[in-house]
């Protein structure tokens, strides 16, 4: 399974971006979804997690209410909206696939990372 993500750009604080992570190869696996971020000089975090049938998400703290993670698995691809932003969102997004939401959220054992994509909120 490859994973890309993508529709990070740059954007002003309280804006809005959408991410997309489309999986291709054999999709077939019925994986739970999740994002991670890296800023400058931080460790990766955990920021949202949904499972495969969409029907449980989780998110980490700093961006419960704001952002919204979501599926389509007839495209075989996951979103994280992410609204309200802030300057403490900049960081690089990466998406990855997992047994279930809380080996995701605690980022273990996952199955397959994708190439990150840049998000920049300037204040």
């Known amino acids: 399974v490859q994973l890309q993500a993508s529709g990070g750009g740059l954007v002003q604080a309280g804006g809005s971006l959408r991410l997309s992570c489309t999986a291709s190869g054999r999709t077939s696996s019925m994986y739970a979804t999740g994002w991670f971020r890296q800023a400058p000089g931080k460790e990766r975090e955990f920021v949202a997690a949904i499972s495969w049938s969409g029907d449980s998400t989780y998110y980490a703290s700093p961006v419960k209410g704001r952002f919204t993670i979501s599926r389509d698995n007839a495209k075989n691809t996951a979103y994280l909206q992410m609204n309200s932003l802030k300057p403490e969102d900049t960081a690089v997004y990466y998406c990855?696939?997992?047994?279930?939401?809380?080996?995701?959220?605690?980022?273990?054992?996952?199955?397959?990372w994708g190439k990150g994509t840049l998000v920049t909120v300037s204040s």
């Open positions: 990855a696939v997992g047994r279930s939401v809380a080996h995701v959220a605690a980022a273990y054992d996952m199955a397959y």
